[in-house]
């Protein structure tokens, strides 16, 4: 079977390949019919990663946020059309203790394996999870795999915090705080979810959060119980450092914005205070399973998750790659996705 592979060959240059593939056992195809582009792949295309990391990994296909359409199960399980998430994270082992994404064994599409932006994908039938018709669009569930993200560190936060969950604060107002924040008001009803961030145009996009404030202009008198973390980048620190002011005693903070540096802590006052630091990355089946049934259970939540779709572009070729990628780079709130059809 031949199949085309759109593959970063080097910053800002996509190439298209032909690749010869054969199936192994019970693998599922798919083809992907819209992607999302993450900040991640963003920092392979404009060549932000260390220049060793882009060397040991380009030419690589990126994306690892899709949704598709099954074209063949052997195993029977899905018919032809059936549409489905695709589970970027591929485990090659099982721990009785540690979650699949956290196994130094799993590997990781657009990142230590070619990602999604292919024509076809072959996939072990666990990486695939199908969406009930009509349930959520091919756009929205292209990022759906953020979204899950979102919920596996929510459920790290369910059995690492302690039980005062009155106030819930969230640092970041891009589009992982607005996830996070979306889904603590769903998953915590009766929690307090307070937004900080450094725009007030970005700010305003959380309307359903009980309420929002710039990182330079918090009451004197406000506290928090628990944090997220979803600034990244070179605001990981202020928002640690503020988190760290703000809370109360033993209060956890999970950390979810990735940074290619590293951050400075104020540990005396982590003693003092007894507050626990969790770390949380990526995500697996279950969490793919979990923002499913959050889909059903709140099926407003999608409506609020479509108005982080920024802009749609139809992709024909390899030069309507770049060009979305260009796009995409330029500062902006929301997602950027890529409808892969007639691609050539």
């Not at 946020?65 to 059309?81: F, I, N």
């Not at 485990?91 to 599409?109: G, I």
């Not at 049934?293 to 749609?312: C, G, K, M, Q």
């Amino acid at each position: 079977m031949l199949n085309t592979i759109y593959r970063l060959a080097a910053p800002r240059r996509f190439e298209k390949v032909l690749v010869d593939e054969s199936f192994h056992g019970n693998e599922v195809l798919v083809r992907p019919t819209y992607v999302s582009i993450c900040m991640a792949d963003q920092r392979y295309f404009l060549g932000t990663r260390d220049p060793k990391v882009l060397e040991k990994k380009l030419p690589m296909a990126l994306v690892h946020e899709a949704s598709g359409v099954v074209q063949y199960d052997p195993t029977g399980r899905l018919t032809p059309g059936t549409p489905v998430l695709m589970v970027p994270d591929d485990p090659h082992e099982t721990d009785p203790v540690r979650a699949e994404n956290y196994l130094r064994s799993s590997t990781f599409a657009g990142s230590s394996e070619d990602g999604f932006l292919q024509e076809l994908v072959r996939l072990d039938p666990h990486r695939v999870v199908p969406i009930e018709h009509g349930e959520v669009s091919g756009q929205t569930a292209a990022f759906t795999e953020l979204v899950s993200v979102s919920m596996h560190a929510i459920s790290r936060f369910e059995v690492t915090a302690h039980s005062d969950r009155a106030t819930l604060g969230v640092w970041g107002d891009g589009n992982l705080g607005y996830i996070v924040s979306l889904l603590l008001t769903r998953l915590y009803p009766d929690s307090q979810i307070v937004v900080f961030g450094r725009s007030r145009e970005k700010l305003e996009n959380f309307t359903f959060a009980s309420a929002t404030y710039l990182t330079d202009d918090i009451p004197d008198d406000l506290q928090v119980d628990h944090g997220f973390e979803c600034a990244g980048g070179n605001g990981s620190a202020d928002a640690i450092a503020q988190f760290i002011s703000l809370v109360r005693p033993e209060g956890t903070l999970m950390l979810m914005g990735v940074s290619e540096y590293s951050q400075p802590i104020e540990t005396r006052m982590v003693l003092e205070k007894g507050l626990r630091l969790v770390g949380s990355s990526r995500s697996g089946r279950k969490d793919f399973e979990n923002t499913l049934a959050l889909y059903r259970e709140h099926p407003e939540t999608v409506r609020y998750l479509s108005r982080l779709i920024n802009a749609v572009y139809d992709i024909r070729n390899v030069d309507d790659i770049t060009n979305c990628f260009e796009m995409d780079s330029h500062p902006h709130f929301g997602k950027s996705i890529m409808k892969m059809s007639n691609q050539g």
